[in-house]
């Protein structure tokens, strides 16, 4: 059974700074990226960032946090990280760690969310 944990979300004024991480357990061999994806009230669940497995790396990132979210993932340790600075009050929201397919356009796996807040 495939279990994705996040943790490092919390309440940051405007320009400070988290760390998200998401710890993997279980076998995810149906997948070959991880990401994370966001949901603010009222609005639909958007993908943030995205990482492929593989050793090439790939990455993928929203428009709106080019520059100042950076994805990361330890594969010994099973971890995604997203290092995201500069926030601004419109980061707020749910963020979710994701397994799958396609630079997770397509997900096999959830977590259960982290909540970011970001106060102005």
Sequence with gaps: ???L???G???VQAGGSLRLSCAASGSISSAN???WYRQAPGKERELVAAISIS???TTYYADSVKGRFTISRDNAKNTLYLQ????KPEDSAMYYCAAGRQ???IVNYWGQGTQV????
């Design 84 to 87: 995201m600075n500069s926030l």
């Design 1 to 3: 059974q495939v279990q």
């Design 117 to 120: 807040t970001v106060s102005s």
């Design 5 to 7: 944990v996040e943790s």
């Design 55 to 57: 050793s090439s790396g």
């Design 33 to 35: 990226a991880m990401g």
């Design 9 to 11: 979300g919390g309440l």
């Design 103 to 105: 630079l997770v356009t």
